[in-house]
């Protein structure tokens, strides 16, 4: 049941650089989208979300864009930091359903920031 | 800054066993919700909670799970007879409404020998 994919499980970046996370999802039903940070031996820390009737929401070094149409969105990391090298999830629920609760997982993008 | 607690963060324990996760959710938070990770695998949903009662379950949370809130604090996961196939990453999360941000705790790393 791959309703959200990350397609790309690991990216490399230089510090300074922009980080951009790629999510695609299926299920058009969706209209919440999380993005979730994870260090090893650690739970999933939140990041950023964004609700479908927006299209970009932006929290200091953190943007998320929304493509309903395309059914994608991308986490923007600027600039990214040593700090940044972690796993990074993309989730999505059906908030306003009888699955508010269920976040589906992609299977996560493991981010390296090289100095 | 508040934040979701776990306890054990490790437990091993034989097939066949008890076990209860034990989660602290975020104090004012009303929505409860446990996943767990497979090594190497997805995080996944297994159950959702509020005013003492499950709201969803996912078809992985059978009869040999339940879920409990002993008290006004905490926030419990027992699996009756553990498998071998149970050995995984435990996450509890909460949040303060329905469908908003999902706070995790740390995880509960559970081995079934």
């Known amino acids: 049941d791959q309703q959200v994919k990350q397609n790309s499980p690991s990216l490399s970046v230089q510090e300074g650089r922009i980080s951009i996370l790629n999510c695609d999802y299926t299920n058009s039903m969706f209209d919440y989208f999380l993005w979730y940070k994870k260090y090893p031996a650690e739970g999933p820390t939140f990041l950023i979300s964004?609700?479908?009737?927006?299209d970009k929401n932006e929290d200091g070094r953190f943007t998320v864009f929304l493509n309903k149409s395309a059914k994608h969105l991308s986490l923007h990391i600027v600039p990214s930091q040593p700090g940044d090298s972690a796993v990074y999830f993309c989730?999505?629920?059906?908030?306003?359903?009888?699955?508010?609760?269920?976040?589906?997982f992609g299977a996560g993008t493991q981010v390296v920031v090289t100095p | 800054e508040p934040e979701v607690t776990q306890t054990p963060s490790h437990q091993v324990t034989q097939m066949g066993q008890e076990v209860i996760l034990r989660c602290v959710p975020i104090s004012n938070h009303l929505y409860f919700y446990w996943y767990r990770q497979i090594l190497g695998q997805k995080v996944e949903f297994l159950v959702s909670f509020y005013n003492n009662e499950i709201s969803e379950k996912s078809e992985i949370f059978d009869d040999q799970f339940s879920v409990e809130r002993p008290d006004g604090s905490n926030f419990t996961l027992k699996i009756r007879s553990t498998k071998l196939e149970d050995s995984a990453m435990y996450f509890c999360a909460s949040s303060s409404g329905v469908g908003g941000t999902q706070y995790f705790g740390p995880g509960t790393r559970l081995l079934v020998l």
């Open positions: 989730a999505a629920t059906e908030e306003f359903s009888d699955s508010w609760g269920k976040l589906q």
């Open positions: 964004i609700s479908s009737i927006k």
